[in-house]
């Protein structure tokens, strides 16, 4: 069972979904290419922590802006190119899971060092991260015992990137209006919620399953 994600039904997404499997794009390949734009918004966001202020740092934090929703638009494509599009692969499911861990480290540990110079930024960073892959990993748990894939929870992958998304904006606030908040005040609470809402997702999920477990162990 796939996460329900309302776009797939849109036109704009069909028509894009078509256009990608013309030009001859595989469904693996957009998985790849969202481990890229993950890897590009991480750079941004560490290199904004290193810069001072300034058009540059609200420059990299744009970039890390744009790179967290272009990460959730590969992933709903090569979805959508798999199954829609019959170009599903027998190590498709390597691809669609690996590649979401791996971006959700480098944008949350990226975020994390951007907040370097802050006490615990980077610690907060690698929780967040850490957590998030939880989220993921207890789901896979449980559809490995045989029972369906739970997304239930606070904090879905495309509510992190979001959340994510707008910490970089507020910072790009902080950098424009030096004084009125403080630099780092906007990714910093972004992180904080991702954390803990990754954590109430992992309880969740595995209250869940556990309870699934019980029912079918009692029947």
């Not at 970089?168 to 919620?193: F, R």
Request: aromatic share 4%; glycine share 10%.
């Amino acid at each position: 069972m796939r996460r329900v994600v309302p776009q797939r039904t849109t036109s704009w997404a069909r028509r894009a979904a078509v256009t990608l499997q013309r030009v001859g794009l595989t469904p693996n390949m957009i998985s790849v290419a969202s481990v890229v734009v993950a890897a590009v918004g991480c750079v941004a966001l560490v290199l904004a922590g290193i810069h001072d202020g300034g058009v540059t740092r609200v420059l990299l934090l744009l970039t890390a802006a744009v790179c967290a929703p272009l990460r959730l638009l590969a992933n709903m494509l090569d979805g959508m190119l798999a199954v829609e599009g019959g170009m599903s692969s027998p190590v498709g499911d390597l691809y669609n899971e690996l590649p979401d861990r791996l971006s959700d480290i480098l944008f949350l540990a990226g975020a994390g060092y951007a907040l370097a110079e802050l006490p615990g930024g980077v610690a907060l960073g690698w929780i967040a991260a850490t957590l998030a892959v939880l989220t993921a990993y207890v789901r896979s748990l449980g559809a490995a015992q045989g029972l369906s894939n739970h997304f239930e929870g606070p904090m879905s992958k495309p509510r992190r990137m979001w959340l994510l998304g707008l910490g970089c904006l507020v910072g790009t606030v902080e950098t424009v209006l030096p004084g009125q908040l403080p630099w780092g005040l906007g990714l910093m609470v972004a992180l904080a919620l991702i954390a803990l809402g990754s954590l109430v997702t992992v309880l969740i999920r595995l209250r869940i399953i556990a309870r699934e477990l019980n029912a079918r162990a009692a029947r």
